[in-house]
T-cell receptor, first 112, second 114 residues
Framework: AAGVIQSPRHLIKEKRETATLKCYPIPRHDTVYWYQQGPGQDPQFLISFYEKMQSDKGSIPDRFSAQQFSDYHSELNMSSLELGDSALYFC???????????FGSGTRLTVV | RKEVEQDPGPFNVPEGATVAFNCTYSNSASQSFFWYRQDCRKEPKLLMSVYSSGNEDGRFTAQLNRASQYISLLIRDSKLSDSATYLCVVNDPSGTGTASKLTFGTGTRLQVTL
């Protein structure tokens, strides 16, 4: 079965650089979520999209932005990277909340 | 106080043991509840949705008590492969959007040993 695809799997950037993370949800899933998970922490909600419109925002810094495109894939853009942005970034998609959310394998971002 | 609280871990149990995880949530408006399992450096994977009537899937049983805002997960006859972090996850419908976000507990680490 198709899963949520994230790219790249690993990314190393220097401070103040820019990064773009991509997410391809499961076909026919209408909602995409982005989460950030720091070392030893639980995933923190960043932002979500429903039918290509921004649905909700969590603890997403102003340096980050995201969008969902006509083909339902989503991109998380991160600028002026800081050391503290180093984390696992997960994308999840769902069709109906009752049946849960499927997570992608994540992008491990390391800022040096 | 965190919105979703779980037993602090780690739980170290021998193979074959029964282990129970507990979780409480603070948002009484939450309507969807899940248990996820997360292996080290991997993505969370849905283990079970949790319904008011309780549900069972093989060795796993989940219960929800809305009045107490309490969720539990029971694992019977634990296997070595059950070793992972178990995350209690609750939806938060308080946002402005159509799709409610998920709030995660900090997770409980389970280590099953021979």
């Amino acid at each position: 079965a198709a899963g949520v695809i994230q790219s790249p799997r690993h990314l190393i950037k220097e401070k103040r650089e820019t990064a773009t993370l991509k997410c391809y949800p499961i076909p026919r899933h209408d909602t995409v979520y982005w989460y950030q998970q720091g070392p030893g922490q639980d995933p923190q909600f960043l932002i979500s999209f429903y039918e290509k419109m921004q649905s909700d925002k969590g603890s997403i810094p102003d340096r980050f932005s995201a969008q969902q495109f006509s083909d339902y894939h989503s991109e998380l853009n991160m600028s002026s990277l800081e050391l503290g942005d180093s984390a696992l970034y997960f994308c999840a998609s769902s069709h109906s909340e009752r049946y849960g959310y499927t997570f992608g394998s994540g992008t491990r971002l390391t800022v040096v | 106080r965190k919105e979703v609280e779980q037993d602090p871990g780690p739980f170290n149990v021998p193979e074959g043991a029964t282990v129970a995880f507990n979780c409480t949530y603070s948002n009484s408006a939450s309507q969807s509840f899940f248990w996820y399992r997360q292996d080290c450096r991997k993505e969370p994977k849905l283990l079970m949705s949790v319904y008011s009537s309780g549900n069972e899937d093989g060795r796993f049983t989940a219960q929800l008590n809305r009045a107490s805002q309490y969720i539990s997960l029971l694992i019977r006859d634990s296997k070595l492969s059950d070793s992972a972090t178990y995350l209690c996850v609750v939806n938060d419908p308080s946002g402005t959007g159509t799709a409610s976000k998920l709030t995660f507990g900090t997770g409980t680490r389970l280590q099953v040993t021979l």
